[in-house]
């Protein structure tokens, strides 16, 4: 990040601004949203599944970002997506049945999915491959930053102001940034001039894990901390800490991360990502000591940032830049074909056999997924690496 401020500081200031202003909405309604249903509006395992998948439904439309970008920037789509996030929080607020939960849920996300893969694209486009890694993890680790300031504002403001003012106050605000960003100009942006949707065999791999990313990780975001609250009690204090542990440790994780993809290289960062996971898991599944959930819970959030490997190797492998923000959006939907159904399926087994049933499919996908990232291999850079774009320098 330190050399994008150097080569092109108006796109280095709108990156820093819109994922501050993303990441701290989404996490609000993050840390809120299953005290909130569970005591305002009482969902129980199959609700929850069924919400958490309506939720995902944008990200299945993901590869509709591809296209936008013909006709829009990436940059004005990320402050129209911070926007749709903003309302959406508001009218979480507003909610009092299952059916307008659903809608303030959906509108978030909508903001929230097409958000991330042009915030990608803009990244893995104005920096050089080899300092990808690092730029993407600091960025990352900015989104870690925003997570710490909104798990705090909901640990000190949740019983003051109640989870509907927190929803309308935040919500509010974040609309208030997206519009403030949509006029936001940029000189000469040295990104590519033109966009391309095409995709191509030669990224099955990077496909294939981008689908099974999205079936570990949502299996994860929406049983982990339901158990949390519906097995354990905790209250939403808790759940507030818990995010603000994740925050706080992130911040300089993914920084870390990024440097050891940079220095070791996505396949070994993804394969001790995967094998750690198996003990999250099943953990989850046979642990009953509090404590050591919140660790493992801690984890995970550490863990998932390997998932930036998936996106530099992309970028590695692409035949040109030109067509990362169509393959980026395409792993937005690929993400979520499963992230639809593993919600729904996963409280339906929760209902039949248990807590440990949800966990233990986790189990089965990441073991899966451990034993395709050793076909990861990268093509000689002379060859099929797109080249750094002119006047970046290294990054």
Same mark, same amino acid.
């Given at each position: ?15 820093? #601004?819109? $994922? ?14 299953? $005290?909130?249903?569970? !005591?305002?509006?009482?969902?129980? *395992?199959?609700?929850?599944? &069924?919400?958490? !998948? ?16 013909? !006709? #829009? ?6 402050? /129209? ?35 991330? *893969?042009?915030? $990608?694209?803009?990244? #893995? ?17 900015? +989104? ?10 909901? @640990? ?11 929803? %309308?106050?935040? &919500? ?31 990224? %099955? ?5 981008? =689908? ?7 299996? =994860? ?13 905790? *209250? ?17 994780? @993914? ?17 001790? +990502? ?14 009953? @000591? ?22 530099? @190797? ?12 169509? $393959? /980026?959006? #395409? ?18 087994? %929760? ?29 000689? *850079? ?14």
């Amino acid at each position: 990040m330190r050399e994008l401020f150097k080569g092109n500081r108006a796109i280095a200031i709108y990156l820093v #601004l819109s $994922n501050f202003a993303l990441y701290f909405g989404f996490r609000v309604w993050q840390a809120l949203f299953n $005290n909130f249903a569970v !005591a305002e509006i009482g969902v129980g *395992p199959a609700e929850i599944g &069924g919400i958490q !998948a309506v939720r995902e439904i944008p990200g299945l439309l993901g590869f509709a970002v591809g296209f936008l970008v013909l !006709a #829009l920037s990436e940059t004005r789509l990320m402050a /129209l997506s911070i926007v749709a996030l903003g309302a959406g929080i508001a009218l979480t607020g507003w909610a009092s049945t299952v059916p307008t939960l659903l809608l303030g849920t959906l509108v978030m996300s909508v903001g929230f999915h097409f958000f991330t *893969p042009a915030n $990608n694209a803009v990244l #893995l486009m104005a920096v050089d491959r080899k300092q990808a890694p690092k730029a993407l993890g600091q960025l990352r680790s900015l +989104g870690a930053a925003s997570a710490l300031l909104a798990t705090g504002v909901v @640990y000190l403001l949740a019983d003051r102001i109640g989870y509907r003012g927190l929803f %309308w106050g935040v &919500g509010g605000l974040a609309a208030l940034a997206g519009l403030a960003l949509i006029p936001f100009r940029f000189g000469n942006d040295h990104l590519p001039p033109k966009r391309r949707v095409r995709f191509r065999k030669r990224y %099955w791999l990077y496909y294939a894990l981008a =689908f099974l990313l999205g079936s570990r990780r949502h299996i =994860f975001t929406t049983f982990a901390i339901f158990l949390l609250v519906r097995e354990h009690g905790i *209250p939403v204090q808790t759940t507030a800490l818990l995010f603000l542990a994740n925050s706080l440790i992130n911040t300089y994780a @993914y920084q870390g991360i990024g440097k050891l993809v940079a220095r070791l290289g996505e396949r070994w960062v993804l394969s001790v +990502g995967f094998a750690l996971l198996i003990f999250v898991f099943l953990g989850y599944a046979y642990i009953p @000591y509090l404590p050591l959930l919140y660790a493992l819970f801690v984890l995970d959030n550490v863990i998932f940032g390997t998932s930036m490997a998936n996106a530099t @190797y992309l970028q590695k492998i692409a035949v040109s830049e030109e067509e990362l923000t169509s $393959n /980026l959006s #395409l792993q937005q939907t690929l993400n979520h074909v499963s992230a639809v159904v593993v919600p729904v399926l996963g409280g339906t087994i %929760w209902t039949l056999f248990g807590a440990q049933a949800p966990f233990l499919m986790g189990v089965g996908i990441v073991v899966i997924s451990l034993v395709l990232v050793q076909f990861m291999r990268l093509p000689a *850079p002379s060859v099929s690496a797109p080249v750094a774009t002119p006047g970046l320098g290294e990054g």
